[in-house]
C-alpha cells in the first residue's frame, strides 16, 4: 500500500551511492543590440531617406520654379540666377548661402543613396531564398524595376548639367555667356541630343519621386482603405507636374519659343 504523498516525496540513494549534484539554472544570454544605433537600424536608415528625399523634393520644386522664369525673358531669368548668388546679403557674404544650399544638396544625395542602397541589401539578406512565384505587388512595378539604373543617368545627368549650365565647360556659350543666353544654347535645335538626355533624366526623376512619394504613404500608413486610390493618384500627378514642369522650357528653347 502506497502511503499519501509517498508519489512525490523525495526519494533518497541507496546508501554509499554518490549524490548527483544539482546544476543551477542559468539565465538565457541577453539578445545583442545591433551595432551602429539609430542609424543603424533599418527604421533609421528609413528616416534618413525620407528626410532627406523631402529636401530633394523641395529642391525640385524651387528648381522648377525658378526654370519657368524664361519664360518671362532674359531679364527675369537673369535676376533670378543673380538672386541665387546673393541670396543673404548682407549678413551673408557674396554665394555664401548658394554654397550652403549646394552642400546641403549634395549631403542629402549621398546619404539618400546610401541609405536605399543599404537597405536593399539588408532586406536581400534577410530572405536568401527568392519566391518561388512571382508576387504582382508594387514591389514588382515598373518603377521599382528602373529606380536603380535610373538612378545612375540622374548621377551622369547632374554631372553633365553642372558643367553645362552651372560652369559654362561644354556649353556653346561659354562661361561668359549670361545664365539666359546658356540656357538657349544648350537647348538648341542642333543640340537636341542634350534635350533627349534631359528628357531621359527627368522621366527617372519622375519614376523615384512617385514611387518615393507612394512608399512614404504606406510607410506612414496613409495608404489604407478609401485613401489608398487617392494618394496613389496624388503621387502620381505631383510627378507629373514636375515631369512637365521640367520639360517645358528646354522643349520651348527647341522648338523656338524660348530665343
Known amino acids: 500500500m502506497i502511503e499519501r504523498g509517498s508519489s512525490t516525496a523525495p526519494v533518497n540513494p541507496p546508501a554509499g551511492t ?3 549534484p544539482v546544476k543551477p539554472r542559468t539565465p538565457p544570454a541577453a539578445t545583442p543590440r545591433r551595432r551602429g544605433g539609430f542609424l543603424g537600424s533599418s527604421n533609421g536608415r528609413k528616416a534618413v531617406m525620407a528626410v532627406t528625399g523631402a529636401v530633394l523634393v523641395l529642391f525640385l520644386v524651387g528648381h522648377m520654379t525658378g526654370n519657368l522664369k ?5 531679364d527675369s531669368f537673369n535676376e533670378y540666377a543673380n538672386f541665387l548668388r546673393t541670396m543673404g546679403e548682407p549678413l551673408l557674404p557674396y554665394r555664401v548661402a548658394l554654397t550652403i544650399v549646394e552642400v546641403v544638396l549634395g549631403v542629402s544625395i549621398v ?10 541589401r539588408r ?10 512565384a512571382r508576387r504582382k505587388a508594387q514591389a514588382g512595378g515598373y518603377a521599382v524595376h528602373t529606380m536603380r539604373y535610373g538612378g545612375v543617368v540622374i548621377l551622369l545627368f547632374v554631372i553633365y548639367h553642372l558643367l553645362d549650365l552651372t560652369f559654362g565647360t561644354v556649353n556653346p556659350a561659354g562661361w561668359d555667356g549670361t545664365p539666359y543666353e546658356r540656357l538657349v544654347a544648350s537647348f538648341a535645335p542642333e543640340r537636341w541630343w542634350v534635350t533627349a538626355f534631359y528628357a531621359v533624366a527627368v522621366l527617372m526623376v519622375g519614376l523615384h519621386l512617385r514611387h518615393g512619394l507612394w512608399s512614404a504613404f504606406q510607410t506612414l500608413g496613409l495608404a489604407s482603405g ?13 510627378s507629373a507636374v514636375l515631369v512637365l514642369g521640367f520639360l517645358t522650357v528646354p522643349v520651348a528653347v527647341m522648338i523656338g519659343a524660348i530665343k
Request: no cysteine; glycine share 4%.
Open 18 to 20: 554518490p549524490a548527483t
Open 70 to 74: 524664361a519664360f518671362f525673358g532674359a
Open 111 to 120: 546619404l539618400h543613396m546610401w541609405s536605399a542602397i543599404s537597405l536593399a
Open 123 to 132: 532586406a536581400g539578406k534577410a530572405r536568401p531564398v527568392k519566391y518561388a
Open 226 to 238: 478609401r485613401s489608398y486610390r487617392p494618394l496613389k493618384l496624388a503621387a502620381a500627378a505631383i
